[in-house]
């Protein structure tokens, strides 16, 4: 399948011509560092693999914090930085581009949040519990997961796919003193080689958190649950069956940064697939998938003091598709196909409750049962050369949006009186990458183009309102297609004890589209300071370099470090909203029979390059220092893993560039794991 | 052989079915031209009777479409060449007055003559509305008076306007439609008259009525591609577009403005000034 098998390097590349990149890093650092061995020999793959749960194995030696949120584990990647709108719920962005341009998926499976303000990113409907990894694709390089423009991040679920382990489990509890989180989970498994099955359930609650000073953050608790189940079954050697069952949902999340909180977030995920090694004799690893998942999200203002006008908005994602995807091996060439498709439908309201109640109930559609279809080929070929290797990626999509409600269809052509039903467009994607060894020295080096649809928010919100820039939204069903043209470059030198990376990529996207403030129309909301139209500006520029470097110091000793800068531009030279401002991360990891330790370093330069128009102001520059301790014993066969850490060790009260409105993070955090296996 | 059954007997079946459905879509169905309304009075006489129908219960202030058919109760056919005209009157405790009122014509249907009336206000106890209705049958000219009750529309919205316009001109604006309003460009349709005398209010032509809605609830939101109402010869109305963005109480400012563009009653909408003080009022 995929071609992450081998973990890898550098993120995000760089892009933009080479001249660029030349200029450029001769004087800043590019880079993203990180932990992660470097295995080289598997050539390219500019992906990054984030592994979350070591599962059966417990090997969370190899983690800080075990028992952390997804949020937290998917923050700790080079690659992705977390939007975070309160403790909850965190939305992914990679490259400084967030859920429109990415394409996210659950093991292969689309699937859209059911909420039209952000508040349910699709990686707050699985955990930790069970998912093993989650790969990531920066750039065209995430093409195989969909239509992206900066980069695809796949979430893969952690199965037993018939090892012969017999019976295992295991019980994990964990609390985190800041929020009183408390945090519960189990698995089940069995496995031979016939059969499989693996259940797990994780529980976490959690109260307001305090920022540093010990200052609460009002509206921060959140309460979830997360059952999965999966299972397999050989219907003969070269062929199998499985199914995956997960059922997540939260209730009382709130939201600080925003003025409504969720009542409940639900998620039923369900897929089938079939396996087979082979296929006509020549393809491998054949893999069929079929699944369907639906979600309701429901906000909830009735906790929250001085609401000016009390609202429900509800709504409901539901998402149908499939995907099967083969390899070949020719010689040199290792093709992979993937033919995939989905079908969503996105519906919500908003009803308003008058302060006269007399007066009759405002309703309105704010996605009006928006119908996408979406069908698509990708084909890549790595190509393997000596001591280098090229891999050709492309994607060719059909992708049609329809208003399928009256009543929304309507409501849009107050604002665009012509505006068609439906709407039908044919995504293309194409991308090549090089690397070179030479040496010590590993090049990578690529350009691609992409293209994605608008989101439906972009294309048929109504007025959404943002509370970050303070504006209700207006979607735009004749946006063009948003393209982008990037290129990325990094070197990496390595040897056994140490290893650098430099790399940056630019991209240069073509009717990149961003809200717009129109001076002529009337706010919705109470308090708004106006109206935006997703709108297609010319284009805007985004660059990200980044220096990474790791360096063990001895067997037990592991030093890394991490610096990065980020730049975004709109076709008039403004600063793009949500850019981070020069970041760097630094970690001294030790590990000795069995026990760990770590104490790491995070923090961000002063945001510099913010842009007040989008709702931003000066963020300013923060370091917090944290630190981890854990030992394992062995209790006869069975494991016992204890974990205790402290987070913002110094009680710092900062806020980045990420935080919705400012809102402060976590202070100081102790936080202790406790995880029992059962071979 | 009996599979062979089967497959005509289905063959049948699907062919009937087919030729049925053809037939429903090719008969053209007798449809009342009253379909729809509410027959409110009916005047007996000897040779025939009066039919009065509108789309409401019953008569209120504001504009009413009403629809008039004359049966003759000897052919027991309605009547085509009737030229009826009438003429509501109030009688009020000190004084006498008319309303605006259209003329009845039977164009649309032969059989039906309609119009519309703009009653200013209601009828109680001591003060009443009264219908004149003219009109021939079998080459006769008849009269019939006919007291009619007028009530205040039970929604208690504003939707007719009666005032003195800058011009020292007393105006009648009435609310015509949309009847049914919808989250989309509605069709804005008003009638203007003016009061010329007690019994003579001549409709209005060629001013202009801006149109901006706001929702009060709302912090006086309001919405885009309104279209200010103008006067359409053809149907003799003011004709625009309102845009109505959510369900809920909206609150339609209105600025009326003559043929030289000055602005006879009304004011913008502005932060200092939330409302006209000529609007309709709508719920939906």
């Known amino acids: ?679 | 052989m009996k599979t062979l059954k089967y497959i005509f007997a289905i063959l049948f079946l699907s062919a009937s079915f087919i030729s049925c459905s053809g037939d429903d879509e090719n008969t053209p169905v007798e449809v009342s031209p009253v379909e729809g309304l509410n027959m409110i009075y009916e005047i007996p006489a000897t040779d025939h009777t009066v039919q009065i129908y509108s789309e409401k219960q019953n008569l209120e202030v504001g504009y009413n479409e009403i629809s008039i058919r004359i049966k003759d109760l000897a052919s027991d056919k309605y009547v085509t060449n009737a030229a009826p005209s009438w003429m509501p009157m109030m009688h009020m405790e000190m004084m006498e007055h008319s309303a605006p009122h259209s003329m009845l014509t039977n164009t649309e249907e032969s059989t039906v003559y309609k119009g519309h009336i703009v009653f200013q206000m209601p009828s109680n106890d001591t003060e009443y509305w009264e219908m004149m209705l003219n009109y021939s049958i079998n080459g006769q000219q008849k009269e019939e008076t006919l007291r009619i009750s007028v009530s205040q529309p039970v929604d208690g919205l504003k939707k007719t306007q009666v005032f003195m316009g800058a011009d020292d001109t007393r105006y009648i604006l009435a609310y015509v439609n949309p009847k049914d309003p919808k989250v989309a460009i509605n069709d804005l349709q008003a009638v203007l008259y003016k009061m010329e005398s007690m019994m003579s209010f001549p409709m209005v032509e060629n001013y202009k009525i801006t149109v901006d809605p706001r929702m009060p609830g709302m912090g006086n939101h309001s919405s885009p591609n309104n279209e200010d109402m103008t006067y359409t010869s053809a149907t003799k109305m003011y004709d625009g577009k309102l845009s109505l963005t959510m369900t809920g109480y909206w609150k339609i400012n209105l600025k009326l403005m003559n043929s030289n563009g000055e602005t006879l009653k009304g004011e913008d909408v502005t932060e200092a000034n939330p409302e006209s003080s000529l609007y309709f009022e709508l719920e939906f």
């Open chain 1, 1 to 679: 399948m995929k071609a992450f098998i081998s973990v890898f390097p550098l993120k995000g590349m760089l892009m933009g011509s080479l001249l660029c990149t030349m200029f450029c890093g001769s004087f800043m650092a590019q880079l993203y560092a990180q932990e992660t061995p470097v295995d080289s020999l598997k050539l390219i793959h500019l992906n990054e693999v984030v592994i979350i749960s070591a599962g059966q194995q417990l090997d969370h030696q190899k983690q800080r914090k075990p028992l952390s949120t997804l949020d937290e584990f998917l923050e700790s990647s080079r690659s992705i930085k977390m939007v975070k709108r309160g403790a909850y719920a965190w939305e992914p962005t990679m490259n400084d581009m967030a859920s429109e341009r990415l394409a996210i998926t659950i093991d292969g499976m689309q699937i859209f949040g059911a909420c039209t303000d952000k508040m349910d990113p699709i990686t707050s409907y699985v955990d930790v519990s069970n998912l093993s990894e989650a790969e990531i694709g920066s750039g065209q390089q995430g093409a195989a997961y969909g239509n992206t423009i900066g980069g695809g991040i796949n979430l893969k679920l952690d199965k037993s796919n018939f090892k012969p382990t017999g019976w295992t489990g295991a019980l994990e509890s964990a609390f985190e003193t800041n929020n009183a989180m408390r945090v519960f989970g189990g698995e089940l498994n069995y496995s031979d080689e016939k059969f499989y099955f693996n259940l797990d359930g994780i529980y976490r609650k959690a109260d307001n958190y305090k920022a540093g000073g010990d200052e609460e953050v009002n509206f921060s608790q959140f309460e979830k649950y997360n059952f999965s189940m999966n299972s397999g079954y050989k219907l003969a050697e070269d062929k199998s069956i499985s199914a995956t069952l997960i059922y997540d949902e939260a209730n009382d999340v709130g939201y600080p940064a925003l003025t409504m909180d969720v009542s409940l977030a639900r998620a039923v995920i369900g897929s089938v697939s079939f396996n087979k090694d082979t296929l006509f004799g020549n393809f491998s690893n054949w893999e069929s998938k079929v699944y369907f998942n639906t979600i309701k999200h429901v906000m909830d203002d009735t906790k929250r003091p001085n609401v000016p006008i009390h609202m429900d908005m509800p709504g409901w994602s539901e998402t149908a598709g499939f995907y099967t995807q083969a390899n070949l091996n020719k010689e040199k060439h290792h093709f992979f196909f993937k033919w995939d498709g989905f079908y969503n439908k996105s519906y919500a309201e908003m009803t308003m409750y008058p302060t006269n109640s007399n007066e009759p109930l405002m309703f309105m559609l704010t996605w009006p049962d928006v119908r996408t279809k979406d069908v698509g080929f990708y084909a890549e070929d790595h190509l393997s050369l000596e001591k280098a290797s090229l891999k050709l990626s492309a994607r060719l999509a059909y992708h049609s949006n329809t208003v399928a409600d009256d009543f929304g269809l309507n409501s849009l052509k107050i604002f665009y009186p012509e505006m068609d039903k439906t709407n039908t467009r044919f995504l293309k994607s194409f991308s090549a990458q090089y690397h070179q060894m030479l040496n010590n020295f590993h090049i990578h080096g690529g350009l691609s183009y992409g293209e994605r649809a608008p989101s439906v928010s972009e294309g048929y919100g109504f007025y959404l309102f943002n509370s970050f820039d303070n504006h209700d939204y207006i979607g735009d069903p004749d946006l063009n297609t948003e393209s982008s043209a990037d290129a990325n470059l990094s070197v990496t030198y390595k040897k056994p004890i140490f290893e650098i990376t430099a790399g940056a990529n630019y991209f240069h996207v073509f009717n990149y589209i961003i809200g717009v403030v129109d001076p002529t129309l009337s706010t919705m909301t109470i308090g708004a300071q106006g109206v935006k139209i997703y709108t297609n500006l010319d284009y805007a520029q985004l660059f990200n370099a980044s220096l990474s470097g790791r360096y063990s110091i001895s067997n037990a000793f592991k030093l890394t470090g991490s610096v990065s800068y980020h730049r975004g531009v709109d076709d008039t030279g403004e600063n793009l909203p949500l850019i981070s401002p020069l970041s760097y991360r630094s970690a001294l990891d030790f590990y000795k029979n069995q026990f760990s330790a770590s104490l790491s370093i995070d923090g961000a330069g002063e945001q510099t390059n913010f842009n007040p128009d989008y709702g931003e102001n000066k963020s300013a520059a923060y370091a917090t220092l944290s630190a981890s301790f854990g030992k394992r014993f062995f209790l006869k066969e069975n494991d016992l893993f204890l974990k205790a850490g402290v987070e913002n060790i110094l009680d710092t009260n900062y806020s980045t560039y990420t935080d919705w409105n400012n809102i402060p993070r976590m202070g100081r955090n102790f936080y202790f794991t406790v995880s029992y296996s059962i071979n």
